[in-house]
């Protein structure tokens, strides 16, 4: 994913709640955050219409109506969310982010699982570069 500009909280809130439900129009948005947060249509829309700006989402029209999803895969823009998060919020640093899980979180046994493969995966890539 090419790189875009951040996305600020109200924006990732928005972006996560379009990556789970997609297509979305702007009403189900609104919906959403009107439950949520107390937050207008208004406010949906100025922030789908931002993220599609920046390249985070796409619209469609269908039986005139526009429907919004992700411009990329939802694995993908989780990614790319996360580098952006190390690069911004952390200075390019992982080790608060390694903090965090170690010492804030509790994995699941498949959570670990996941982790080590993860780990096993960044081991075998740095053996095989010179």
Do not use: C, W
């Not at 979305?24 to 009107?34: N, S």
């Not at 219409?49 to 895969?73: D, H, Q």
């Amino acid at each position: 994913m090419a790189r875009r500009p951040g996305v600020g909280r109200a924006e990732m809130d928005i972006l996560r709640y379009i990556a789970d439900h997609s297509p979305v129009t702007v009403r189900q948005v609104a919906e959403h955050l009107a439950a949520t947060k107390g937050q207008t249509r208004t406010t949906a829309l100025n922030v789908m219409e931002r993220l599609r700006e920046k390249g985070y989402l796409r619209r469609e029209k269908v039986e005139g109506v526009f429907r919004y999803s992700p411009s990329v895969p939802r694995a993908q823009l989780l990614r790319s969310l996360v580098r952006d998060f190390v690069q911004h919020a952390l200075g390019g640093s992982f080790q608060p982010f390694l903090a965090y899980l170690i010492e804030d979180v509790r994995l699941s046994p498949e959570e670990l699982r996941e982790l080590k493969a993860l780990v096993e995966q960044m081991e075998a890539r740095e053996e095989a570069e010179p």
